[in-house]
């Protein structure tokens, strides 16, 4: 794994597992990106990611070279497809093998689910990419990339209002940072997705990152060494927050003081931590 330890990486974690920091979007010469499957990885390994998503659009042609890139840089190749359609894009996360972005989206989140991957909506509000395609509440994913860079003022409530109303059960957050080239404005890493994951050794192999998303055991921050909030069973660990604010489910909000808080948690769903100026700077499932 990455040597870096960043705000979660050494966070209180039930024995056993561990919190990596990773990145749940990025893109390769497969699609429309412009470094190689190995070239990438070596940059999510500068940047001190434990794991990085591959998401080519519309292909799964980079699986096949994920496990030696990521061995090469020491880092996880979590295997994953950016199904894009008009209308709104999803990821497909795990060797599910290759979704038919032509189907209607349940048939997306039912062939993901039934080879053992998961589905997330992929930046639900922004401009002509939102997400307008038809999708029944029951097959709606519990998944979705809340954080992307298009949340570029996180005082503004939209993403948060609509993962309100998205599913009843409420949403797992996740982030991305959508990257393609060095020379755009996404760096890979902004935001981070912190997963609370199963490591059976020390390596990048070793790691159950898939399973610990499908368990719901995450948190965002604006990178690996932002304020973080994570979830630990029944308590909130606050880390480098002081001076914020928590915000739980449903409203209630509960002041910060000091830079390793724990807190209970006395319900499920989304929380997250905001400046006095209401700006998110942290997100947990």
């Not at 893109?27 to 500068?46: F, N, P």
């Not at 912190?194 to 898939?210: F, H, N, S």
Request: one cysteine or more.
């Amino acid at each position: 794994m990455s040597g870096h330890a960043g705000r979660g990486g050494g966070a209180p974690a039930p024995h056993g597992t561990r919190w990596l920091a990773g990145d749940l979007r990025s893109h390769t010469v497969h699609s429309d990106g412009t470094l190689t499957v190995r070239e990438l990885a070596c940059l999510a390994a500068s940047r001190g990611l434990d794991y990085l998503a591959v998401t080519d659009h519309n292909t799964v042609s980079h699986h096949p070279g994920l496990a030696e890139a990521g061995a090469h840089a020491g880092v996880l190749l979590l295997p994953g497809q950016e199904v894009t359609a008009d209308l709104g894009h999803a990821n497909v996360l795990g060797g599910t093998g290759w979704v038919d972005f032509r189907r209607p989206s349940a048939d997306w989140a039912a062939f993901a689910a039934v080879r053992g991957g998961l589905m997330s909506i992929n930046r639900p509000l922004i401009g002509d990419c939102a997400w307008r395609r038809p999708l029944p509440p029951e097959h709606r994913p519990r998944y979705a990339e809340i954080w992307h860079s298009s949340w570029w003022d996180r005082r503004w409530g939209a993403p948060l209002a609509w993962a309100d109303v998205w599913r009843p059960g409420g949403v797992v957050p996740l982030g991305g940072s959508d990257f393609h080239d060095p020379a755009q404005h996404k760096t890979l890493g902004e935001p981070v997705t912190w997963v609370l994951a199963e490591t059976a050794g020390g390596g990048p192999g070793d790691a159950d990152v898939l399973g610990g998303l499908l368990a719901g055991r995450t948190a965002v921050s604006a990178g690996r060494d932002a304020p973080v909030l994570l979830r630990v069973e029944d308590e909130l660990i606050a880390i480098g927050a002081g001076g914020t604010v928590l915000v739980r489910p449903g409203g209630r909000r509960t002041a910060v003081r000091g830079d390793h808080v724990r807190i209970p948690a006395d319900r499920p769903g989304m929380h997250r931590l905001e400046t006095d100026e209401n700006e998110v700077i942290a997100l947990c499932g």
